[in-house]
């Protein structure tokens, strides 16, 4: 729904602490606060724990909360 504010977690593969290692954690937030990554949605704010990540992600007109989630764990994983 446009405008709508959402708050969005997801893990690690079996939940794995990857994000203790500040290098991972480095680049995993450099990554997710890029701004291109969030064309279609605003990021208002995000936590990155060792094995999780909490965001509230507020989504422009026509974005798809499914779509805006699965881009943000591509590129983050990659």
């Given amino acids: 729904m446009d405008g ?3 708050l969005v977690t997801t893990t ?3 939940r794995q602490t990857i ?3 500040w290098r991972m954690a480095a680049v995993a937030a450099r990554a997710l606060a ?3 990554l969030w064309r279609d949605a605003r990021l208002c704010c995000w ?3 060792p094995d999780h990540w909490h965001a509230m992600i507020q989504l422009f007109p026509g ?3 499914p779509a805006v989630v699965r881009r943000a764990k591509v590129v983050s994983a990659r």
């Fill in 34 to 36: 890029n701004r291109e």
């Fill in 47 to 49: 936590v990155l724990m």
């Fill in 12 to 14: 690690t593969l079996g």
């Fill in 4 to 6: 709508q504010i959402y």
């Fill in 19 to 21: 994000f203790d290692d």
């Fill in 63 to 65: 974005a798809q909360l």
